[in-house]
Nanobody, 121 residues
Framework: QVKIVESGGGLVQTGGSLRLSCAASGIAVSSYSMSWYRQAPGNERKLVASISNPAGITNYADSLRDRFTIARDNDKNTVYIQMNSLKPEETAVYYC??????????????WGQGTQVTVSS
Protein backbone atom coordinates (compact mmCIF):
# COMPACT_ATOMS: atom_id res chain seq x y z
CA GLN A 1 0.00 0.00 0.00
CA VAL A 2 2.89 2.36 0.74
CA LYS A 3 4.88 3.68 -2.19
CA ILE A 4 7.75 6.15 -2.29
CA VAL A 5 9.00 7.39 -5.65
CA GLU A 6 12.04 9.61 -6.12
CA SER A 7 12.51 11.73 -9.21
CA GLY A 8 14.48 14.69 -10.48
CA GLY A 9 17.91 13.15 -10.75
CA GLY A 10 20.11 13.52 -13.77
CA LEU A 11 23.37 14.86 -15.09
CA VAL A 12 24.60 18.20 -13.84
CA GLN A 13 27.90 20.03 -14.15
CA THR A 14 30.11 20.79 -11.19
CA GLY A 15 28.65 23.74 -9.34
CA GLY A 16 25.18 23.16 -10.71
CA SER A 17 21.95 22.49 -8.89
CA LEU A 18 19.23 19.87 -8.79
CA ARG A 19 15.93 19.57 -7.00
CA LEU A 20 14.86 16.04 -6.17
CA SER A 21 11.29 15.04 -5.37
CA CYS A 22 10.01 12.28 -3.12
CA ALA A 23 6.36 11.54 -3.79
CA ALA A 24 4.61 9.32 -1.26
CA SER A 25 1.36 7.42 -1.40
CA GLY A 26 -0.30 5.32 1.27
CA ILE A 27 1.16 7.56 3.98
CA ALA A 28 1.07 11.25 4.76
CA VAL A 29 4.55 12.75 4.75
CA SER A 30 3.44 15.15 7.46
CA SER A 31 3.08 12.21 9.84
CA TYR A 32 6.51 10.69 9.27
CA SER A 33 10.11 11.63 9.62
CA MET A 34 11.28 12.03 6.03
CA SER A 35 14.92 11.77 5.01
CA TRP A 36 17.18 11.86 2.01
CA TYR A 37 20.15 9.51 1.83
CA ARG A 38 22.74 8.91 -0.85
CA GLN A 39 24.89 5.95 -1.76
CA ALA A 40 27.79 5.84 -4.18
CA PRO A 41 28.88 2.49 -5.64
CA GLY A 42 30.84 0.48 -3.10
CA ASN A 43 30.07 2.90 -0.28
CA GLU A 44 27.61 2.89 2.57
CA ARG A 45 24.34 4.75 2.43
CA LYS A 46 24.69 8.07 4.22
CA LEU A 47 22.22 10.62 5.50
CA VAL A 48 21.89 13.82 3.48
CA ALA A 49 19.06 15.57 5.30
CA SER A 50 15.91 14.88 7.29
CA ILE A 51 12.78 16.65 8.40
CA SER A 52 10.88 15.61 11.49
CA ASN A 53 7.21 15.22 12.22
CA PRO A 54 5.16 17.04 13.13
CA ALA A 55 7.34 20.07 13.90
CA GLY A 56 9.33 19.97 10.68
CA ILE A 57 12.71 20.32 12.34
CA THR A 58 15.45 19.85 9.76
CA ASN A 59 18.78 18.12 10.07
CA TYR A 60 21.69 17.98 7.64
CA ALA A 61 24.85 16.00 7.26
CA ASP A 62 28.04 17.85 8.09
CA SER A 63 29.18 20.23 5.34
CA LEU A 64 25.83 20.07 3.53
CA ARG A 65 23.76 22.49 5.58
CA ASP A 66 24.92 25.53 3.63
CA ARG A 67 24.22 24.00 0.20
CA PHE A 68 21.27 21.64 0.62
CA THR A 69 17.73 22.37 1.74
CA ILE A 70 15.06 19.83 2.59
CA ALA A 71 11.41 20.86 2.38
CA ARG A 72 8.00 19.26 2.76
CA ASP A 73 4.83 20.06 0.85
CA ASN A 74 1.99 18.44 2.74
CA ASP A 75 -0.63 19.35 0.13
CA LYS A 76 1.33 17.53 -2.56
CA ASN A 77 2.43 14.83 -0.10
CA THR A 78 5.95 15.31 -1.38
CA VAL A 79 9.36 15.98 0.13
CA TYR A 80 12.05 17.83 -1.77
CA ILE A 81 15.77 18.30 -1.52
CA GLN A 82 17.31 21.34 -3.17
CA MET A 83 20.98 20.69 -3.86
CA ASN A 84 23.25 23.55 -4.85
CA SER A 85 26.92 23.82 -5.76
CA LEU A 86 27.14 20.12 -6.49
CA LYS A 87 30.49 18.38 -6.54
CA PRO A 88 31.63 15.32 -8.53
CA GLU A 89 32.14 13.31 -5.34
CA GLU A 90 28.44 13.73 -4.63
CA THR A 91 27.58 11.52 -7.58
CA ALA A 92 25.35 8.83 -6.10
CA VAL A 93 21.93 7.29 -6.02
CA TYR A 94 19.75 9.44 -3.81
CA TYR A 95 17.08 7.69 -1.76
CA CYS A 96 14.04 8.92 0.12
CA UNK A 97 13.07 7.32 3.42
CA UNK A 98 9.97 7.48 5.59
CA UNK A 99 10.33 6.52 9.24
CA UNK A 100 8.09 6.49 12.28
CA UNK A 101 8.00 4.80 15.66
CA UNK A 102 4.74 4.67 17.59
CA UNK A 103 4.29 3.13 21.01
CA UNK A 104 3.00 -0.43 20.97
CA UNK A 105 3.09 -0.56 17.18
CA UNK A 106 5.63 -2.08 14.81
CA UNK A 107 8.21 0.46 13.62
CA UNK A 108 7.78 1.82 10.13
CA UNK A 109 10.73 2.24 7.79
CA UNK A 110 10.22 2.49 4.04
CA TRP A 111 12.56 3.35 1.17
CA GLY A 112 12.13 4.39 -2.40
CA GLN A 113 14.13 2.91 -5.25
CA GLY A 114 16.32 5.97 -5.64
CA THR A 115 17.20 8.45 -8.35
CA GLN A 116 20.62 8.78 -9.93
CA VAL A 117 22.53 12.04 -9.60
CA THR A 118 25.68 12.44 -11.66
CA VAL A 119 27.89 15.48 -11.22
CA SER A 120 30.43 16.00 -13.97
CA SER A 121 32.59 18.72 -15.46
Amino acid sequence: QVKIVESGGGLVQTGGSLRLSCAASGIAVSSYSMSWYRQAPGNERKLVASISNPAGITNYADSLRDRFTIARDNDKNTVYIQMNSLKPEETAVYYCNAHRIIKFRPPFDCWGQGTQVTVSS
